[in-house]
């Protein structure tokens, strides 16, 4: 990330609206993380947008800003010369108190747009995203900070991260994934801080584990660990967070995209499950034409594998040992299933009712489908894929372990820092002069999936005022 600043003050932030509301907005919010602190936004819009927008956007100004935002709505057609005028005349001959961001919009809106900015003198903003088809279009904060150049265009020179300061906020901080991992990557931009730092233990550590972004949306993973259930807590969480792959998950997409065409059902085991390769099978399954809709109602979940997941009653928050890690994984593992659209799965006769293991998962398989069935199972197991590929085709999946000084996606990250804080509780991160201490509660984790954070109190408002970002960006979404 570089670091560059404006002498400028704009007090009015102009921008096309996005048919997809959030585009706008985060352009917004990334601009006042780069400093600037506008007294007026207007969007401009070809449709009768509605309050809902100006509701959120005036919402936002407040919770970032502390103070109250004029926000309007400018019917606008890049080939109008009638509005364009008027445009002009209304709000860009204020020259350098004005700020054009022209992400959003199509070209042509981007190409008018400019050439009236440069024209009166205004300042010109583009926000380059770097994996842009992989990124966009995620709510604020959701993308990594360091795959985001707020590209100044009067200089071609990066915009500085300059966010605003913030209050003190005592009260509890809970957060969700999504709202763990909005709030760890704002520290990037409030820290200044290329690299984090976790700790396992507390007060004695037992495992460090850091990460240094080396370029843009690449970071590289160190770490010492010589605690053998943590080493395990770490790869899968790895795993789950997307940060390595199964060494065949691409070859195995493919051949699922073929098989699901025809007419295929879809049987993860237990720790395909757990892992979470169901999620990375449903991105990738994606390049071959298999809409996630489609990829979902294929997946048939076995009651063997609803009952091996469900059993995790036992689960504490506290300790780290082989039990409880797996425990922790059944858990994250229903999840999943559930994440999938999955519920309780149909006996298919009583004697399936607590049935657990590879003996009842292949019995069950035969109750449900029969002999050489139309489906194939996916399983990390290779004794149990062998044992199967008698009945039914299967697919083994090859996970790798995360070595030393590997590079892994930015992106995954606070992912990886999420799932490590379920299976391996008193995570401890440091990122610049910032630390925070992050738990769960088996009641908040179960009940709500958060877990907690703790840390001073002005880091506390950054992860509450994000937390209440996200949830303005989402009610935007529903409208």
């Not at 007294?39 to 947008?49: C, N, Y």
């Not at 804080?421 to 958060?450: C, H, M, Q, Y």
């Amino acid at each position: 990330m570089q670091f560059s600043e404006s002498k400028r003050r704009e007090e009015l932030w102009i921008s096309v609206l996005s048919p997809r509301a959030i585009v706008t907005v985060n352009c917004l919010l990334t601009d006042i993380m780069t400093g600037k602190r506008p007294k007026q936004v207007v969007l401009l819009s070809e449709i009768d947008s509605g309050q809902s927008i100006v509701k959120a956007v005036s919402e936002l100004c407040k919770l970032w800003l502390n103070y109250d935002v004029t926000v309007e709505i400018f019917k606008f057609n890049p080939l109008d010369e009638e509005i364009l005028d008027r445009l002009e005349k209304t709000y860009l001959n204020q020259g350098d108190k004005v700020l054009v961001n022209i992400t959003p919009g199509r070209k042509i809106d981007a190409l008018r747009l400019y050439a009236m900015a440069r024209r009166h003198g205004c300042s010109i903003r583009y926000h380059y995203l770097i994996y842009e088809s992989l990124l966009g279009y995620r709510p604020f904060a959701l993308a990594p900070f360091d795959t985001i150049i707020p590209l100044n265009l009067n200089t071609w020179k990066p915009s500085n991260w300059n966010p605003p300061q913030v209050g003190a906020d005592k009260s509890p901080v809970r957060l969700n994934l999504e709202e763990a991992c909005a709030f760890i990557n704002i520290l990037s931009v409030y820290t200044r801080s290329r690299s984090i730092q976790m700790r396992i233990g507390e007060p004695f550590t037992t495992a460090k584990i850091a990460f240094r972004v080396i370029e843009p949306g690449i970071a590289k993973i160190s770490y010492e660990i010589n605690n053998r259930e943590i080493m395990e807590a770490l790869n899968s969480a790895c795993i789950m967070s997307e940060a390595i792959e199964p060494e065949n998950i691409d070859e195995i997409a493919k051949e699922l995209a073929k098989l699901i065409r025809s007419g295929y059902e879809i049987i993860p085991d237990t720790n395909t499950l757990m892992d979470r390769i169901t999620s990375q099978l449903e991105r990738k399954i994606s390049a071959y034409g298999i809409r996630t809709d489609t990829f979902r109602e294929s997946i048939t979940i076995l009651r063997v594998v609803y009952n091996e997941l469900s059993q995790f009653e036992r689960m504490s928050d506290r300790g780290v040992n082989e039990d409880q890690i797996k425990l922790r994984k059944r858990f994250l593992g229903l999840r999943e299933m559930q994440r999938l659209g999955k519920g309780i799965p149909e006996l298919p006769s009583e004697k399936f009712t607590r049935a657990r293991g590879d003996d009842m998962l292949i019995e069950e398989i035969k109750a449900r489908l029969g002999r050489k069935p139309k489906a194939v199972l996916i399983t990390e197991d290779m004794g149990l894929s062998r044992r199967a590929k008698l009945l039914l085709d299967t697919k083994l999946i090859e996970t790798p372990d995360v070595k030393k000084n590997s590079t892994i996606p930015t992106d995954a990250i606070p992912k990886i820092i999420y799932f490590m804080t379920i299976l391996a509780p008193n995570v401890v991160i440091k990122t610049g002069n910032i630390e925070v201490k992050l738990k769960f509660s088996k009641r908040e984790l179960i009940e709500r999936d958060e877990i907690r954070a703790y840390t001073d109190p002005k880091t506390a408002a950054i992860a509450n005022k994000i937390k209440k970002t996200l949830e303005i960006e989402k009610e935007l979404l529903r409208t």
